[in-house]
Nanobody
């Protein structure tokens, strides 16, 4: 059974940092493009960052220069380092895995990030 388990969310003040982790089981993450998405209340889910199997990354304009996504294939885990957090970063953050050789994809359950003073 495939599972993506996010962790590392929490409540932080503006300007602080958090690091999210997404641990995959049941798949070899090195065969998947991995990404982070977020959904704020009343808003559509949006792409935050993506890391391809090659290690290439891309970011939403709203987080460029503040967020960094990385992967550790040996640990089947991806990370999202979030610096200089803003109240508008408040959302549930979801991990997503897309198989490179087929149509399979998987979502995690999400982790809440709240940025407030």
């Amino acid at each position: 059974q495939v599972q993506l388990v996010e962790s590392g969310g929490g409540f932080v003040q503006p300007g602080r940092s958090l690091r999210l982790s997404c641990a995959a089981s049941g798949i070899s993450s090195n065969m998947y493009h991995m990404s982070w998405h977020r959904q704020a209340p009343g808003m559509q889910r949006e792409l935050v960052a993506i890391i391809l199997t090659t290690g290439t990354t891309n970011y939403a304009d709203a987080v460029k220069g503040r967020f960094t996504m990385s992967r550790d294939n040996a640990k089947n885990t991806v990370y999202l380092q979030m610096n200089s957090l803003k109240p508008e970063d408040t959302a549930v953050y979801y991990c997503f895995a897309k198989y490179t050789l087929g149509p399979e994809f998987y979502w995690g359950e999400g982790t809440q990030v709240t940025v407030s003073s």
